[in-house]
C-alpha cells in the first residue's frame, strides 16, 4: 500500500505564496513519477504540475508554480507563488508509473486526501 499525504494548504491573500507537501510511504517514491492536481468547487480535477525525468506544468500555473521532489525524504513539492483567486482548489498529489502521459488522471495510482488552497482577492 502506498500513502500519500499532503500538506501546507491554507488561506493566503492573492499574490502570496504557499508551499505544499506530500509525504509518500509505503512504496519506492523514486520508482514514481509524481503530480499534483486540483480540484475546484463544481468542476473537474485539473492536472497542475508533474515531475519524473522532467518537470511538466500546466499553463495556468507556468512561471509562479515549482514542483520539485527530495527522494531521500519521500517527499514532494510544489512551491507556489504569485497566487490567484482562481488558483483556489483542493489540491492533490498523486503516484504513478512514469509515462508519457503526465497529465492525465488515468495514470496515476495513488492518490492523497488533498489539502486546501483558499487565495482571497
Known amino acids: 500500500q502506498v500513502q500519500l499525504v499532503e500538506s501546507g494548504g491554507g488561506l493566503v491573500q492573492a499574490g502570496g505564496s504557499l508551499r505544499l507537501s506530500c509525504a509518500a510511504s509505503?512504496?519506492?517514491?523514486?520508482?514514481?513519477?509524481m503530480g499534483w492536481f486540483r480540484q475546484a468547487p463544481g468542476k473537474e480535477r485539473e492536472f497542475v504540475a508533474a515531475i519524473s525525468r522532467r518537470t511538466y506544468y500546466a499553463d495556468s500555473v507556468k512561471g509562479r508554480f515549482t514542483i520539485s521532489r527530495d527522494n531521500a525524504k519521500n517527499t514532494l513539492y510544489l512551491q507556489m507563488n504569485s497566487l490567484k483567486p482562481e488558483d483556489t482548489a483542493v489540491y492533490y498529489c498523486?503516484?504513478?508509473?512514469?509515462?508519457?502521459?503526465?497529465?492525465?488522471?488515468?495514470?496515476?495510482?495513488?492518490w492523497g486526501q488533498g489539502t486546501q488552497v483558499t487565495v482571497s482577492s
Open positions: 498523486a503516484a504513478g508509473q512514469p509515462s508519457s502521459y503526465y497529465t492525465r488522471l488515468s495514470l496515476y495510482d495513488y
Open positions: 509505503g512504496g519506492t517514491f523514486s520508482g514514481y513519477a
